[in-house]
Antibody, heavy 119, light 108 residues
Framework: EVQLVQSGAEVKKPGESLKISCKGSGYSFTSYWIGWVRQMPGKGLEWMGIIYPGDSDTRYSPSFQGQVTISADKSISTAYLQWSSLKASDTAMYYC????????????WGQGTLVTVSS | SYELTQPPSVSVSPGQTARITCSGDALPKKYAYWYQQKSGQAPVLVIYEDSKRPSGIPERFSGSSSGTMATLTISGAQVEDEADYYCYSTDSSGNLWVFGGGTKLTVL
């Protein structure tokens, strides 16, 4: 069974750093892309970027370039999303999702990680 | 930048057909994907590559695409289909992937 299990909710202060994780199981982790999606409170889905764990090829949506860093450790089938200096506007639910290499179907999603940034 | 445009809301009575549209300049040449998101839950894929239905998705869900518009159709909508629906696709270069703004489907 394909599963993407994300790390737990976080409460941080502005200016702090954070790294959240997404662990894949039930499939070949290096044969699919892993993407990250932001959903701010009461708002829609936003595609942030994507990584191919097989060779760490990483692509960011323009709105998120320079704002976050996406990485992966294929030895433990885990992808990461990190911030070096959080802002209150980073408060959101963050989802990881698996995307096919051939075609672009995003078929499996993690359960989401709620990040709250507040002083 | 690239945008996919959806109506903010659609409302139908149970048993009626709900149609949710998604407009984008690159849709004549790029596939559309549709996701259902119920309150407090992660999104679920309901249609991929314009019109294919994943296993486990009820047959009442179908998709089509013509010109710059993709359409998700729910034939005989049920109360349990109440959710936000998002289309997803890419621009003509295939490098910029975006979601539509989402459509809130009300079935009552």
């Amino acid at each position: 069974e394909v599963q993407l299990v994300q790390s737990g909710a976080e409460v941080k202060k502005p200016g702090e750093s954070l790294k959240i994780s997404c662990k894949g199981s039930g499939y070949s982790f290096t044969s699919y892309w892993i993407g990250w999606v932001r959903q701010m409170p009461g708002k829609g889905l936003e595609w942030m970027g994507i990584i191919y764990p097989g060779d760490s090829d990483t692509r960011y949506s323009p709105s998120f370039q320079g704002q976050v860093t996406i990485s992966a450790d294929k030895s433990i089938s885990t992808a990461y999303l990190q911030w070096s200096s959080l802002k209150a506007s980073d408060t959101a639910m963050y989802y990881c999702a698996r995307r096919e290499v051939v075609g672009a179907t995003v078929d499996y999603w993690g359960q989401g990680t709620l990040v709250t940034v507040s002083s | 930048s690239y945008e996919l445009t959806q109506p903010p809301s659609v409302s139908v009575s149970p048993g009626q057909t709900a149609r949710i549209t998604c407009s984008g300049d690159a849709l004549p040449k790029k596939y559309a994907y549709w996701y259902q998101q119920k309150s407090g839950q992660a999104p679920v894929l309901v249609i991929y590559e314009d019109s294919k239905r994943p296993s486990g998705i009820p047959e009442r869900f179908s998709g089509s695409s013509s010109g710059t518009m993709a359409t998700l159709t729910i034939s005989g909508a049920q109360v349990e289909d109440e959710a936000d629906y998002y289309c997803y696709s890419t621009d003509s270069s295939g490098n910029l992937w975006v979601f539509g703004g989402g459509t809130k489907l009300t079935v009552l």
